[in-house]
């Protein structure tokens, strides 16, 4: 089976700006969840969709969201950007139905200045 | 929520010596506990993993062990080389991907 992929892999926006990213999960897998990893915070919980409904919410505020289409494929975007926003986006993806296992997508490494 | 405690946060060893990393968890509900390793520039793997139903599990030169308890889980790495150098987290989960990080320990392995 192919990996969890993820595009853009890099990503340079302004302050102010928006910016969506895409994650395709593994085929079969119809739970997604997103993270941002910065070096001081590690990897952080932003939101996990399965079935197209956002079942978990990390602690993150409302310019952040995201939503899953019915192939399970899955989209977050950020608007407003601001300086702090600069980090890696990892999603994961899981069956959910027997292991909570996550597979991780390579990233999308966002840089806002 | 589930808060994830993880030390050390870096941790330097020699080549062939143990290295163990410990974590512990607020949530007595969480009841799975996976370990990821991340080499620069890659994306997190998954090494190994336990269950709240299990107090040890080994695989190879790497061995994970959970006090229900204590709340604490830790990573055990034998006869470390070189390639195990990387940033290792540990996770928490109750289920229905409920995810919780540790913050991660930077792993150095010295020839």
């Known amino acids: 089976k192919a990996g969890v992929t993820q595009t853009p892999r890099y990503l340079i926006k302004t302050r102010g700006q928006q910016v969506t990213l895409s994650c395709s999960p593994i085929?079969?897998?119809?739970?997604v969840s997103w993270y941002q990893q910065t070096p001081g915070q590690g990897l952080q919980f932003l939101f996990e969709?399965?079935?197209?409904?956002?079942?978990n919410k990390g602690n993150f505020p409302g310019r952040f969201s995201g939503r899953q289409f019915s192939n399970s494929r899955s989209e977050m975007n950020v608007s407003t950007l601001e300086l702090g926003d600069s980090a890696l986006y990892l999603c994961?993806?899981?069956?959910?139905?027997?292991?909570?296992?996550?597979?991780f997508g390579p990233g999308t490494r966002l840089l806002v200045l | 929520g589930e808060n994830v405690e993880q030390h050390p946060s870096t941790l330097s060893v020699q080549e062939g010596d143990s290295a163990v990393i410990k974590c512990t968890y607020s949530d007595s509900a969480s009841n799975y506990f996976p370990w990821y390793k991340q080499e620069l520039g890659k994306r997190p793997q998954l090494i190994i993993d336990?269950?709240?139903?299990?107090g040890e599990k080994k695989d190879q030169r790497i061995a994970v062990t959970l006090n229900k308890t204590a709340k604490h889980f830790s990573l055990h790495i034998t006869e470390t080389q070189p390639e195990d150098s990387a940033v290792y987290f540990c996770?928490?989960?109750?289920?229905?991907?409920?995810?919780?990080f540790g913050a991660g320990t930077r792993l150095t392995v010295k020839p």
């Open positions: 969709y399965f079935s197209e409904t956002q079942r």
């Open positions: 996770a928490a989960s109750k289920g229905m991907n409920d995810m919780r």
């Open positions: 085929s079969g897998h119809r739970s």
């Open positions: 336990i269950r709240s139903n299990v």
């Open positions: 994961a993806s899981s069956d959910r139905t027997n292991q909570e296992t996550q597979y």
